[in-house]
């Protein structure tokens, strides 16, 4: 909730800026660029707080723009189609700035996510007594726990990126085969048995 307010408490702040920079500019700038400062300020607002911070101060910019800006040197009859044009553009830009930046906190957040699960689950092959390996789709081995090390006295580091046939023993049928081509068709994987080659022979 504290976060909440923070984001809408910098959305007006954001807002209250840009509209001051304007007004300051106003001067020099006249009304060719109208939403100039106020870009920024969505920008800013949206990349901090989402999309409803960056919406709020999108849409009290356009009321600002309008009513301080444009209203004391056109009356309300006087309001053409280029700044109703305007307008209309300004709202959906900021709304687009909006948008892509939440699209872009929830990606990140999702990826977080997927890094912390699969960190966790790293943690749990590295210290099973099990041996865990696993292969690509080109049944090169892409991963070699402490158990398998255990197991066939190959380290980490002389097996990984090696095809898996090459523990397979003479004669064995290699599971990879039947498993790579299951994963090729997006089915599941079939459990196998098969005899390998320890690095003592």
Known sequence: ???????????????LVS?????????????????STFFAGIMLS??????????????????????????????VSATTVCDATGLLIFLSVGYLISYLNESFHRTQWDLAQARAGLAKL????????????SWDLEQRITSWNPAAERLSGYSAAEVVGSP???????????PADEMTELLRQGEHIVTRESALVRKSG
């Open 164 to 174: 898996i046939s090459r523990l397979i023993a003479a004669g064995a049928v290699n």
């Open 1 to 15: 909730m504290q976060r909440r307010r923070w984001r809408f408490g910098f959305a007006i702040t954001v807002f």
């Open 122 to 133: 790293g943690a749990i092959v590295e210290s099973s007594n099990e041996a865990m390996t």
């Open 46 to 75: 949206a990349w901090y707080g989402g999309l409803y911070p960056g919406l709020v101060t999108t849409v009290l910019s356009a009321i600002a723009a309008l009513v301080f800006l444009l209203r004391p040197l056109y009356p």
């Open 19 to 35: 509209g001051f920079l304007r007004v300051l500019l106003h001067p020099i700038l006249g009304l060719t660029v109208l939403y």
